[in-house]
């Protein structure tokens, strides 16, 4: 088992990574103490795979079980759904003692968190991510959200869990697209963040991509260990350190909102912003911007190299589209939309670029013209 201490201010809690831990969740639990009753929230396909399993170890730790299925898909993290679990928690007798566990991917676990930093104003959370994309990246740093009809992640809340059980090998019954979608993070961790692991990425490709185990239980926790890091530095998103973590997704979002969010898949638009991300600090560079004069065609390749072998895309050509295909795919428009993203300052254009492998900085204010030229 790899155990990752997440240090916060009041809430600090262990990220527990061990293959087949799933079996032992009733264990996790009771070890919380005083736990009167536990709400297991979860989606329809998880459940059908793991529910049984789940269960079963909870009761058998002598521990009072609900168990709530959600839809599967992000419709769920929807006001509507958010107010039928708390009806039901309030059914169930629900009370200060007892512990909401999200059993799913990256959906149920904001809902569930939200759901929990609300009802009586806040009781115990703990989440058992299953995808890919939930175990390196939502289940860490506490955001937890549902949607507005216009506007994702728009009504939520900074609520902390007060553990993560992580299982690598629920992986083998995820879709190729939400793996190869967590690994458009993954690779993000890396190429802006660390150098080592990137190395090691280069050199388990084969591992990764017949979702080796005990590869995803060293992969998973160092992802959790270098966003826990980060987390403890900008808890709340104040100073900015926080931003690091999204390299590759000014353009990124920018391509997820112009094709229909939900059409690309988060991890992809991460891969295809990262890949042009690079390409203009290398354009920055070629201008004599010294910032980035180690950002150069070998660097790109490597990255491209990576990602394209671990099956993702580079561009939009690479899943069947090109940027004249519609006025929403237009350079032009991507550049508003990138302009209007709600994690940017308003009305300025500001990326997260590569200064060398594994180092990014936070760059504000990027000039159009050179935004334009790396996506035409
Ligand atoms: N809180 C944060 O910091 C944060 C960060 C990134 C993303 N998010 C949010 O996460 C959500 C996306 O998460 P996601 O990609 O996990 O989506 P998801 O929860 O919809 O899961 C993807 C699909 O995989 C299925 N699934 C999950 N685990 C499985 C398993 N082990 N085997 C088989 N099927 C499985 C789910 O039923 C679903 O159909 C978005 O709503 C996004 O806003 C939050
Ligand atoms: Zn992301």
Known sequence: MISIPVELQDDSY?????????????ISLASLGNVSR?????????????????????????????????????????????????????????DRRSVVVALGGGVVGDLSGFVAATYQRGIRFFQIPTSLLAQVDSSVGGKTAINLPRGKNMVGAFYQPCGVLIDPNVLSSLSVEHYQSGLGEIIKYGASLDDDFFLFLETNIGKINVRDSSVLEKIVARCCRIKAQIVAEDEKEVTGRRAMLNYGHTLGHALEAALGYGTLPH??????GSILAARLAARLAAKGDDRFIEIN?????????????????????DIGRSYSDSPETSPKNLLTLATSDKKSEFGLLNFILPVRLGKCIYVKNVDPEDVLAVLN
Request: charge should be negative.
């Open 14 to 26: 262990v990220i527990d990574v061990e293959q087949n831990s799933l079996e032992r969740v009733g």
């Open 267 to 272: 991890g992809y638009g991460v891969s295809i």
């Open 38 to 94: 536990v709400l297991l929230v979860t989606d329809d396909i998880v459940d059908s795979i793991y529910g049984n399993l789940v269960s079963e170890s909870i009761v058998n730790r002598g521990l009072d079980l609900d168990v709530m299925v959600v839809p599967s898909g992000e419709e769920s993290k929807s006001i509507d759904v958010a107010y039928s679990l708390w009806e039901h928690f309030l059914e169930a007798g629900a």
């Open 297 to 317: 065609d070998a660097w790109i390749e490597r990255q491209i190299d990576l990602t394209r072998k671990l099956g993702l895309p580079i561009s939009l050509n």
